[in-house]
């Protein structure tokens, strides 16, 4: 359960008082668990009807203890599923009225810093364009889009890998913060790069004809690919100065 914080002066003291929250004091309790949070995602998501703060006739808003613990929520699922905002709010939506709902699971989970988890097999391991564009939450002009930029490519039967919703997903998001297609395609190149040396460091024990050999080679790109990964998030921590959680 989120505790809001002891303490401080003017609106967010008031606010707290009256048992309502100015958006500043949420921002401060979200940042415990959220230190990515800004102003700006909480007015976004607000935008996108995941909460409905009160608002005074002056027209500030006042989060309630409940609205805090949604946004919580809804902060959780980005980070630890990347549900995409639709599935996430039908999900609120049907736990509020009491459906005993699962969570969904859409491409892969992520959970904290365990990244060989980013390459575990999908529920799902194809989908189809129109699940594609249900579970993105996107439409038929951006994908055509991010396809023309090679961020997403369908498969030779015209299908998507899972692994797409989720890079779907991460596109979208970026967009909210004003990072367009065509500025990702130094991710893509450098993705390709980073394929291409492990691909390299495999190649004799695929070609190999012993099938353990060449099984062996799976779990080989696995593991290499979960350090270029890892090695990959630290060298943009470091050149960004920050920490991720």
Do not use: C
Not at 204 to 233: C, G, I, S, Y
């Amino acid at each position: 359960m989120l505790q809001t914080p002891s303490g401080g002066a003017g609106s967010g003291t008031a606010a707290r008082d009256s048992g309502l929250m100015s958006i500043g004091t949420v921002l401060s309790v979200l940042r415990d668990e959220f230190p990515e949070v800004t102003i700006s995602k909480i007015r976004f998501l607000e935008s996108e009807g995941l909460i409905e703060p009160q608002r005074t006739p002056s027209g500030y808003r006042k989060f309630s203890a409940g609205d805090v613990e949604r946004l919580a929520h809804v902060l959780r699922m980005q980070r630890d599923h990347y549900l995409p905002l639709k599935v996430i709010r039908e999900h609120l939506d049907a736990m509020e009225k009491g459906e005993a709902v699962p969570l969904p699971v859409v491409g892969r989970q992520r959970t904290g810093d365990d990244v060989p988890e980013l390459l575990r097999a999908p529920t799902v391991a194809r989908v189809g364009r129109d699940e594609l564009l249900a579970a993105a939450d996107i439409d038929e002009g951006e994908l055509k889009e991010w396809e023309s930029y090679g961020l997403i490519a369908p498969l030779e039967d015209g299908a998507y890998d899972a692994e797409a919703v989720t890079v779907a997903s991460l596109v979208a998001e970026l967009g909210r913060f004003g990072i367009e297609p065509r500025h990702l395609r130094v991710m893509k190149a450098a993705a390709d790069r980073e394929a291409g040396l492990v691909d390299q460091v495999v190649a004799p024990l695929k070609r190999h004809r012993n099938p353990q050999t060449r099984a062996h080679a799976e779990a080989r790109t696995k593991e290499l690919a979960a350090l270029t990964v890892k090695l990959h998030a630290a060298l943009v921590q470091i050149a960004l100065g920050v920490r991720l959680p």
